[in-house]
Nanobody, 123 residues
Framework: QLQASGGGLVTAGGSLRLSCAAS????????MGWFRQAPGKEREFVAA???????LYSDSVKGRFTASRDNAKNTVSLQMNSLKPEDTAVYYC???????????????????WGQGTQVTVSS
């Protein structure tokens, strides 16, 4: 199971840190992804922290968001800085043990999903 938390309401330019706690799986053995879905839009890739420790980001968040992993706590986090109103969405964490680098941006790659946490950025 994956449990996402840390969402909330923030003004543009502010920061939030999302966390995703895993149970029943080991984050270091999985590649962990972050996705988001805004109202009326499809779910889109945000970031991934791979099994090997690498990171991937969408162009829209590169330089502002940082994906990290805490093996001791079995959690992954998404530090979001310089938030913009267009970052408003429900954010999901996901896990895959099977994915490869070329597939991490696809939501269908991931076997396990958290319940989502709302992030709202006001202008």
């Amino acid at each position: 199971q994956l449990q996402a938390s840390g969402g909330g309401l923030v003004t543009a330019g502010g920061s939030l840190r999302l966390s995703c706690a895993a149970s029943g799986l080991t984050v270091s053995a999985n590649s962990m992804g972050w996705f988001r879905q805004a109202p009326g839009k499809e779910r889109e890739f945000v970031a991934a922290r791979t099994r090997s420790g690498g990171t991937l980001y969408s162009d829209s968040v590169k330089g502002r968001f940082t994906a990290s992993r805490d093996n001791a706590k079995n959690t992954v986090s998404l530090q979001m800085n310089s938030l913009k109103p267009e970052d408003t969405a429900v954010y999901y964490c996901a896990a895959t043990i099977k994915g490869i680098l070329s597939t991490y941006r696809r939501s269908g790659t991931y076997e396990y999903w958290g319940q989502g946490t709302q992030v709202t950025v006001s202008s």
